[in-house]
């Protein structure tokens, strides 16, 4: 919601302020359709040539999660550590093969089922179950199970910031192709040379009309949402290591009410539940 508001903001007080000092909003209207085509047009093609299809298919696939709020609040971060807690105080109780087929399972696990929110995000139980089966093996100390998470936790940050350097080179890219709809409406100005004076002074507003709308699309509608998404890009790369931090402190020998604080310190501050919710919530979820 806050973002279309934005959005409404810019653009009202943008034309608001040109049509209340005597702007004609009829000359940008008219050549608004054309101007549009040219440098949208352009720019998407460009586009296109520029990045792979798995990444034009991220792009697609991640706009419309700009008009949505983030799911990373301090409930779902509660959530995902009393999981953590539960999952990791019957490893300590029963041992670690008592949770062998929770980690084979996880969505015929009653752990993970308890647990809706993050137990059925893929993503989530993916990461935190592959980790858990090295933990249950034994075959790798904290060390390299550490090396190898910041690996997984290095991809998913590219794969995640790829579709997003995409935007943010689409949103440079406007004001050269607002620039190239301008140069041609000058170039079919002084095709009409002769034309009456009004005429003329018409079809130079017309051409400038390319020039505003690329640098305006690209200053006030592309580039701020290609930085709302890497916001919500790096709320997702937290909860990753929200997790990495509380296995591991787990794998080092500290018991599950610890292993947790540790993974809530790492939380921005925004989400991070204190200490007393934190307990309350997994007491009260045993």
């Given at each position: 919601?806050?973002?279309i508001?934005g959005?409404?903001v810019?653009m009202?007080?943008?034309?608001?302020?040109?049509?209340?000092?005597?702007?004609?909003?009829?000359?940008?209207?008219?050549?608004?359709?054309?101007?549009?085509?040219?440098?949208f047009?352009?720019?998407?093609?460009?586009?296109?040539?520029n990045?792979?299809?798995?990444?034009?298919?991220?792009?697609?696939?991640?706009?419309?999660?700009?008009l949505?709020?983030?799911?990373?609040?301090?409930?779902?971060?509660?959530?995902?550590?009393?999981l953590?807690?539960?999952?990791?105080q019957k490893?300590?109780?029963?041992?670690?093969?008592?949770i062998?087929k929770?980690?084979?399972s996880?969505?015929?696990?009653e752990i993970?089922k308890?647990?809706?929110?993050?137990?059925?995000?893929?993503h989530?139980?993916?990461?935190?179950?592959d980790?858990l089966?090295?933990?249950?093996?034994?075959?790798?100390?904290?060390?390299?199970?550490?090396?190898?998470?910041?690996?997984?936790?290095?991809?998913h940050?590219?794969?995640?910031?790829?579709?997003?350097?995409a935007?943010?080179r689409?949103?440079?890219a406007?004001?050269a192709?607002?620039?190239?709809?301008a140069?041609?409406?000058?170039?079919?100005?002084?095709?009409?040379?002769?034309?009456p004076?009004a005429i003329?002074?018409?079809m130079?507003?017309?051409?400038l009309?390319?020039?505003?709308?690329g640098?305006l699309?690209a200053?006030g509608?592309v580039?701020?949402?290609g930085?709302?998404?890497?916001?919500?890009s790096?709320?997702?790369?937290?909860?990753l290591q929200?997790?990495?931090?509380t296995?591991?402190a787990?794998?080092?020998?500290?018991?599950?009410?610890?292993a947790?604080?540790?993974?809530?310190?790492?939380?921005?501050?925004?989400?991070?539940?204190?200490?007393?919710?934190?307990?309350?919530?997994?007491?009260?979820?045993?």
């Amino acid at each position: 919601m806050i973002v279309i508001v934005g959005y409404v903001v810019a653009m009202g007080c943008i034309f608001g302020v040109y049509i209340f000092h005597g702007g004609n909003i009829g000359v940008i209207l008219t050549a608004l359709p054309f101007e549009l085509i040219t440098i949208f047009g352009g720019a998407l093609g460009a586009f296109a040539v520029n990045n792979q299809p798995k990444v034009l298919k991220a792009v697609i696939k991640l706009i419309p999660q700009a008009l949505q709020s983030s799911k990373y609040t301090k409930a779902r971060y509660m959530e995902l550590m009393a999981l953590l807690y539960d999952i990791l105080q019957k490893a300590r109780k029963e041992g670690l093969m008592a949770i062998e087929k929770d980690v084979e399972s996880p969505h015929e696990s009653e752990i993970f089922k308890k647990y809706a929110t993050v137990g059925n995000d893929h993503h989530v139980v993916e990461f935190m179950t592959d980790y858990l089966r090295m933990m249950v093996s034994g075959n790798l100390n904290a060390h390299e199970i550490e090396s190898l998470m910041d690996s997984e936790i290095d991809t998913h940050h590219q794969e995640a910031h790829a579709p997003i350097a995409a935007i943010a080179r689409l949103a440079g890219a406007l004001p050269a192709f607002g620039i190239v709809a301008a140069v041609l409406g000058v170039v079919n100005t002084m095709g009409s040379v002769g034309q009456p004076p009004a005429i003329l002074g018409g079809m130079i507003a017309s051409a400038l009309v390319g020039t505003f709308l690329g640098i305006l699309l690209a200053y006030g509608v592309v580039e701020p949402l290609g930085g709302l998404l890497e916001q919500k890009s790096e709320d997702a790369a937290k909860e990753l290591q929200c997790i990495k931090t509380t296995l591991l402190a787990s794998m080092q020998g500290y018991n599950p009410s610890t292993a947790i604080e540790f993974g809530r310190k790492v939380l921005f501050s925004t989400e991070r539940p204190s200490f007393t919710e934190l307990e309350s919530h997994v007491r009260g979820k045993k």
